[in-house]
């Protein structure tokens, strides 16, 4: 429970931010009705490949028009600006790749990446190129860090990741740490999130209970 | 595609004929002619009825055909779907239809293709789309199969991966603009019904509401962007449960992902992400 101010608004703040996920779960039962109806498969498995193939579906939809999104909008004089025209080059040019309905289209989506010579890694390979590619040689597919059997550090190395994941000390710690930053420039972090003063707070602020009770009298 | 949005209408049901649906030849001659992605026509196929839907693909059995998939106009626009790589388990070119042992000619994968969707948009009953493609229940039920596991096979692996490093940089800036620093993205579980499910699994899929489900937990950013999903957890656990079983946290915590070297700056201290 947040007690003093700083956690309030560190609160708020999360809030705000956790509300993407709960938007997504919103959107996607729209989109797609069969993830909102009960599943109706007989196995888990299927119902597994249902779900990954709509999250599959909706993600293609966000790539085509994230460029659109009023957050991407918003933040295009920050950082978003040089990521949000990378998208908007390659998604006509994904698109065209995908009109010529052949093999080409292949070759077409990795060019569009930048990287003629180099043509990247396309997952799933030969035909996989999909409209709206973004893996190419300048973005490269992860590589997870290699954890063997047994792993290479011994299991101590395992057991520090854990060790580090699970320190609560640490976590504590950084919370207080973001609740700092957060207070710090909580104008600024706070005011998508802000109602407009409406007449009744700015009363209460800026007038003392006497004046409003004068107020009330003559209005 | 922003004329195109605003020229369709909201409803475009089966049962409603929509009123200014074009000729079907002059959809042929543009579809022949054009060469980008003219999602014109196309999408004016899912919009006309099935009589115009049958002369399409009549005309047409031995184009590839790119059908674009749009649900009331707004949704799938951005899904094309190439029907000439239909998932097809007969030695023909899969573009084409199959023939059954009789000899008979077998329903045309657009029709297939679209009747999946419509199952996948719309979450009907599987006969529900033998009045818009005269497909029987079980053809469009084993076709919607195919097209999910397809969906699934080919594109898992570009849609559905963990963020790269390079990504994850972009997509903590951004989030850290709107002030958390380190953050990634947020992470939800929700449960979804399964209605079929078994009397003898009921006991671990019995949610504490009662249905009986699996949990879904998905993680995305701000724009609604899914890296990491798990599914079929069973709806008795709860959240820190899922978690617990997921694998994004079995990675996280045995140092398999995130990528070595992502550094965070909080309050003037600087972290490395674990």
Redesign the interface.
Known sequence: MPMTDEAKTFNR??E??????????G??TK????????????S???????????????????????DG?L??RR?AG???DG?GAGNDDEGPAG??A?????PDGNDGGADDGGAAAAGGPV??GG??A??????GAA????Q????GQPPAGGMV??F???G???NRAEHEQ?RA??T???W??RSE?LAPYVVKSSSMVTQRLFFPPLARFFLSLTS | MKQLAGAFPQDQLAGRRVQSVQPVPALLGRLLTD???NLGPLRALLRCSPLGLYGLVSCHRRL?L?TVIS?RAS??????F?A??WPSRTSRSSSSERINATGRLQAHPLQKVVAAFR??????AADRSDEYVRLSRSTVAQAT?L???F?????????????????LK?MM???A???????M????C?H?????C?TCMAGAYQSRKG?R??V?E?????????WH?F??APGRLNDIYVLNQSPLYL???????P??GVTLT??G?T?TL?
């Open positions: 703040l999360q705000a931010i956790r509300k993407d996920v709960e938007r997504l779960f959107v996607l989109r797609f009705h069969i993830a909102l109806h009960p599943g109706r498969y007989c888990v498995k299927q119902l597994i490949t249902t779900h990954k193939a709509v999250s599959n579906l909706h993600n293609m939809c966000v790539e085509a028009r994230r999104f957050s991407r933040g920050g950082t978003n990521e698109a065209a995908a009109g010529t309905g052949g997952p799933g035909g996989a999909g409209p709206a590619d973004t893996v973005n490269p597919l992860l997870l860090n290699a954890v190395a395992i520090d990741a854990w580090e994941t699970r950084l740490d973001l700092a930053h957060v710090s420039d972090l | 060469q980008p992605p590839p790119t649900r949704v799938c626009r951005a899904v094309y190439d000439s790589t199952f996948i948009a719309y979450g009907e199969k097209l999910l596991e969906i699934v096979r080919r594109w898992e692996m570009t849609y559905l991966r963990r963020s790269n490093q390079l990504e972009k800036e951004r989030i603009e709107r002030g958390f620093p380190g953050c993205g947020s992470l939800d929700t979804w019904e399964w209605h079929q078994p249905s489900g699996v879904v998905a993680v995305c950013d701000a724009d609604l962007w899914i999903l599914v079929g990675d996280v915590t045995a140092g398999r992902w990528p070595r909080v309050n201290i972290r674990p």
